[in-house]
Nanobody
Framework: QVQLVESGGGLVQAGGSLRLSCAASGGTFSTYRMGWFRQAPGKEREFVASMRGPSGSTYEDSVKGRFTISRDNAKNTVYLQMNSLKPEDTAVYYC????????????WGQGIQVTVSS
């Protein structure tokens, strides 16, 4: 069983930055693809970014160039650095772990609120 706990959310003005962290426990963190997703009010949850190894990052188009996903396998933690934040980035952000290559994201954190004011 893998447990994921997000931190680092909050309220920020447009143009500002936040860094989200997701600490994992249980399992073999270094082998998982880790992803970040978000869900805005009234909308479906959407993919934001993911990575497995150091060169295997992918991003949703609207966050490319503004968000950076990274991980520290020694700390079992994945990060999402969010720069140049926009009001439309307001959402609950979730981290998730994909255990099987190409499989579904099996484990999810509880989510953390990010609010960007205009």
């Amino acid at each position: 069983q893998v447990q994921l706990v997000e931190s680092g959310g909050g309220l920020v003005q447009a143009g500002g930055s936040l860094r989200l962290s997701c600490a994992a426990s249980g399992g073999t963190f270094s082998t998982y693809r880790m992803g970040w997703f978000r869900q805005a009010p009234g909308k479906e949850r959407e993919f934001v970014a993911s990575m497995r190894g150091p060169s295997g990052s992918t991003y949703e188009d609207s966050v490319k160039g503004r968000f950076t996903i990274s991980r520290d396998n020694a700390k079992n933690t994945v990060y999402l650095q969010m720069n140049s934040l926009k009001p439309e980035d307001t959402a609950v952000y979730y981290c998730a772990a994909q255990i099987v290559v190409g499989g579904k994201y099996e484990y999810w954190g509880q989510g953390i609120q990010v609010t960007v004011s205009s």
